[in-house]
């Protein structure tokens, strides 16, 4: 379809494509940047949807690209230009007390959970703070930039934890980080637990729900003044898998969702700068969904936010890898986070910190070789 058949009430994405090692030496205009981070491209994928139909996806040069446009209707001229202004808009730091978390390079979160039935490490911290909290301790001098702190397991059909037995879990160990100044993330969905965690110490809410699960969240993230990581999941309920509907297209439906939640957060009085967005991966979504979200992750930029990843120990790599239990994936986590980082995630989330930060020094190693043309 030519861009000037696509009717005014499409749906319209804008994925940055065609990556060049560096800038230098390109045609004034040929590149745009990703955000604040070291990833030129040459190109826009634009894909316009008419309800759940894809009707059209072109790939627009940067150079081209105003003039390209310029055959949209004018809402979607609009709404094309706010999606590349939003891929190429620098992200801001993260300022967590005396730490700030920049995103000029990707980051590392590790994955800290203190419960007895995780799908990966269930049981493994439980019952001993310090024990847990010397493994936060360890993840942080592997290179880990943000420990992020569970007390609830979210794998498919867990019991949900009573919010009381939750705050017993993780403020121990919270509170032990924190006196070391360790950067730390709650991973819950439950606004008392949020401040709980916030006032032992913690200094960002990561919901699976994004801020949806409860109804108080939202203002707790508010009045806290703190970032917050906003994640997709097909629902908000206590079951955050649950998926009848499944999607029309993987990559659209979740970046809507999460367009909404931003919308919602900023409405409620949380500062865009503040945001974070994950899509999700594995929630609710079949191994097709999965890779697809994985291929389409680049499209995730357009919100303008800091991008988190998680795709540690996944259930799609073992159902790639002869269903390898999930201590035996280590070499399709790190592949994920390295894809992640190639296509623009300012921070992975992972369980393997030292092999994660390894990974990703080699690609700022070959990024930076890159840029400097050698």
């Not at 990707?106 to 203190?114: E, F, S, W, Y």
């Not at 490490?121 to 993840?139: E, I, L, S």
């Not at 409405?267 to 899509?279: C, F, L, S, T």
Request: aromatic share 4%; with cysteine.
């Amino acid at each position: 379809m030519l861009l000037s058949a696509i009717p005014p009430h499409a749906r319209l994405y804008l994925k940055p494509t065609w990556v060049v090692p560096s800038p230098i030496g390109q045609p004034d205009g040929a590149t745009a940047r990703m955000g604040n981070g070291l990833i030129w491209f040459q190109g826009y994928e634009l894909t316009a949807f008419d309800g759940v139909r894809r009707i059209a996806r072109e790939t627009v040069p940067v150079a081209a690209f105003d003039a390209a446009i310029a055959a949209l209707p004018e809402p979607l001229v609009q709404r094309a230009r706010q999606l590349a202004d939003n891929i190429s808009v620098p992200r801001a730091p993260l300022v967590l007390g005396d730490r700030t978390i920049r995103f000029d390079a990707p980051q590392v979160m590790a994955i800290l959970n203190i419960t007895p039935n995780s799908f990966s490490d269930g049981g493994k911290h439980m019952d001993d703070p310090q024990a847990a909290a010397d493994a936060g301790f360890a993840m942080a001098a592997a290179g880990a930039a943000l420990i992020d702190v569970g007390g609830e397991s979210t794998r498919p059909k867990a019991t949900k934890v009573w919010e009381g037995d939750e705050i017993a879990r993780i403020v121990p160990v919270i509170e032990r980080l924190a006196a070391a100044g360790v950067p730390m993330s709650v991973d819950t969905r439950k606004a008392a637990v949020m401040e709980a965690a916030l006032a032992a110490g913690a200094h960002i809410i990561n919901d699976v729900s994004a801020l949806a699960h409860d109804p108080c969240s939202l203002e707790v993230a508010a009045r806290a003044g703190c970032p917050v990581i906003l994640m997709h999941a097909p629902s908000s309920g206590d079951d955050p898998h649950a998926n009848p509907a499944g999607y029309g297209d993987v990559v659209a439906d979740v970046f809507d969702h999460l367009e909404a939640r931003i919308a919602a957060c900023v409405a409620a009085g949380i500062a865009r700068e503040k945001i974070m967005v994950d899509p999700g991966l594995g929630f609710g979504k079949s191994l097709a969904d999965n890779l697809a979200l994985v291929n389409g992750l680049a499209t995730f930029q357009g919100l303008g936010v800091p991008l988190l990843f998680a795709g540690s120990r996944k259930r799609l790599i073992g159902a790639l890898s002869n269903e390898a239990p999930a201590e035996q994936r280590l070499g399709g986590s790190v592949a994920l986070a390295f894809r992640a980082a190639q296509l623009g995630a300012q921070m992975v989330r992972v369980h393997d910190v030292r092999e994660s930060v390894q990974a990703l020094h080699l690609w700022r190693g070959l990024a930076d070789t890159g840029l400097s043309g050698v």
